[in-house]
C-alpha cells in the first residue's frame, strides 16, 4: 500500500517544510509499527523547490485474517487461501487510512510545535495513490473530491496489463491536485475519503466512529453534496449510527451555511410558507439579520471580512443597493469555492464591477480595506485566538474605520439548547473561543469606546428567554461629532 504527498516550494516558503508539517525528517526513513503490519515514511526527493513524502504500508496478510477471526466475525473458521491471499496487502484501503491517522496523527490535527504557523497556510499539493480500490469507479472518486477543490484524476488500472481484454480492475490510479490546501484538509479528506471509496472496512464499526467521521469531517463534510453517501459508507452502512451523525451534521450545518439554503432564499416566497413547517436555518437567518442591519445603515459599499465560500456576497449581489461588495479571506481555497459559486468568470461585466473576492488575513493593517461604508465580520472572531483579536480589532475599527461594523459570533450559552452537542463542547472544531452574552458584550463595548463607535446587540433566532439566542450579533456605528443618528444620505457623501 503506497501513497505519496508532493509539494512545490520556493526560498521563502520551501517545499522541505512538509518535513516540519508531517513531523518526520526529510534525511530520513523511518518505520512505524502499526496494528497490521509496518508503516514506513520515506522521502523520495526532498529540496527547497519539491519534496515528496512516501507512505508505506507493509501489511501482515495472515496477522490481518487472525485478528478477523478473533473479533469474532462470523462463520466457521476455514483456513481457506482465499483468505490469506486478498487485495489487502497492496490496495490503499481502510487499513492505509489508519496507519495515515496513526503515523501522521499531529499533521491531520494541524498541530506543529516547532513552527506553529505552518499547518494554517495552504501550499501546493499532489496526493497520488497508485492503487485504490474504489467502488464507484472513476466517476464516483470523481464525485467525491472535486467539490473539495481538487483536480483529480482517477484511471481505471486493467486487470492484467498484459492482457488488456480482460477489462479494468475495481482499482484506479488517482492523482489529486490543489493549487492551495492546508496539508491537515488534505490528509482528513484521505482518511475519510479512502475507506469510503474501498467500503471494507476491516474493523467493526462502533459508535466512536461517529465523532472521528465528524472530527475529520469538521470544515468539509456539512457542505458536501455527497454528504449521505459518504456518512452511511464510513459507518458501513449501520442505519443507527448513519443516522445518528446526519443529525449531528445537521447541527453543524445550523452553525455554518449550506448551499440548499441559498436556493431557498433565491425561491424567497416557497422558503416563507415552508418557514412554518421547518425552521429556517440559522446560517439563513443570520444573513437576513445581516442584510437587514445593512439596509438600515444605508451602506452602499459593503466588505464581507472573512468571506468564507462567498454565501453573504452571493445574496447581497441581489439588492442593488449595494453597489460595491469585497469579499476578503485568508483562505484561498474557499475563495476559489467563492467565485465558482458566484461564477464570477461567467458573470457580465456590469454585476463583475460591482464584486471582488480578495485574498488577505485581516489580522494585518490593509489600506485597501479603508473608504468602505461598511463591515461584516460574520462568525469570524471566534476562528482567531485571543491574542490576535486585538491586531484584528485595530485593523478593522482603527485602520479601516467603516461607518457601520458588524461582528456575528455563536452565543455559547445556547449549546445546551443543542440536543446531540456533547456537554462542553464548542460548535465547530476551529473554534478558539465562543462567549456568552455577558463576554460579547464586554468585548464589544470595550471595542466601542477605544475607536469612537456606539454599539447595540440584536439576537439572531430563537431568542430563548434563559439562554438567549444562537446567535450574537453587535451593530457599531461611528461616532460622527456633527451627526449622531443613523444618516441614509451618508452614502451619497462618502461614494465620491
Ligand atoms: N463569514 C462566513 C464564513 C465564516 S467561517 C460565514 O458567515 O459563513 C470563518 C472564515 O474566516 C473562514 O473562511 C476563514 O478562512 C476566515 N478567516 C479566519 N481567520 C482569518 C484571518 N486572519 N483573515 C481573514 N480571514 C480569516
Known sequence: MFLTITTT????????DLGFLLHKHPDKAQAFSTSHGTAHVLYPEADEQRCTAALLLEVDPVALVRRGRGKGRGGAPDAALAQYVNDRPYAASSLLAVALSGVFSSALRGVCHARPELPGEERPLRIEVPALPARGGPDLVRRLFEPLGWTVTAEPVALDAEFPEWGDSRYVRLVLESEAVTLAEALRHLYV?????DDAKHYWVSAEEVDKLLRAGEG?????PEQKLI???????RWSLTRQAMERLELVRLAESDDSEVDELDNAVAAETEAEEK???LAVRRREAIVAALRESGAARVLDLGCGQ??????LLKDARFTEIVGVDVSVRALTIAARRLKLDRMGERQASRVALRQGSLVYTDKRLKGYDAAVLSEVIEHLDLPRLPALEYAVFGAARPRTVLVTTPNVEYNVRWETLPAGHVRHRDHRFEWTRAQFGQWAQAVAERHGYDVEFRPVGPDDPEVGPPTQMAVFTLRTTTDNSENNNEKEATAA
Open 9 to 16: 516550494g520556493t526560498t521563502q516558503r520551501p517545499a522541505t
Open 193 to 197: 475519503l479512502l475507506p469510503v471509496l
Open 279 to 281: 425552521p429556517t436555518p
Open 310 to 315: 462567498g454565501q453573504l456576497v452571493q445574496v
Open 231 to 237: 456518512t452511511s459508507r464510513y459507518l458501513s452502512r
Open 220 to 224: 468539509w463534510l456539512p457542505e458536501h
